[in-house]
């Protein structure tokens, strides 16, 4: 069983930076592509940045220029570093996964728990 614990995120001025990260736990599997989903209030849950294990990386437009995405394969931890933020930038922030295990060659997502970002004055 793969386990997906993230940290960070909270409450920000306009302008402000902030960081999520999304550590998964488990044993005996290894993690393809790694993405950041985000979902405000009456809103479906959205791409903001994906990347491969070879770190290419997809940006929605909205956040292109003001977020970093990045991983590290060996602690199998996503990053998320959010500068510039706007008001627009709130919503619930989830990382997703996609691990490979001998049960599920293919992949599985696993998702984390979900993190709050609030961009306010």
């Known amino acids: 069983q793969v386990h997906l614990e993230q940290s960070g995120g909270g409450l920000v001025q306009p302008g402000g930076s902030l960081s999520v990260s999304c550590a998964a736990s488990?044993?005996?599997?290894?993690?393809?592509?790694m993405g950041w989903y985000r979902q405000a209030p009456g809103k479906q849950r959205d791409l903001v940045a994906s990347i491969t294990r070879e770190n290419n990386t997809v940006f929605a437009d909205s956040v292109k220029g003001r977020f970093t995405i990045s991983r590290d394969n060996v602690k199998n931890i996503l990053y998320l570093q959010m500068n510039s933020l706007k008001p627009e930038d709130t919503a619930v922030y989830y990382c997703k996964m996609v691990v490979i295990t001998r049960y599920f060659p293919s992949g599985s997502h696993y998702w984390g728990q979900g993190t709050q970002v609030t961009v306010s004055s």
């Open positions: 488990g044993s005996g599997f290894s993690i393809a592509a």
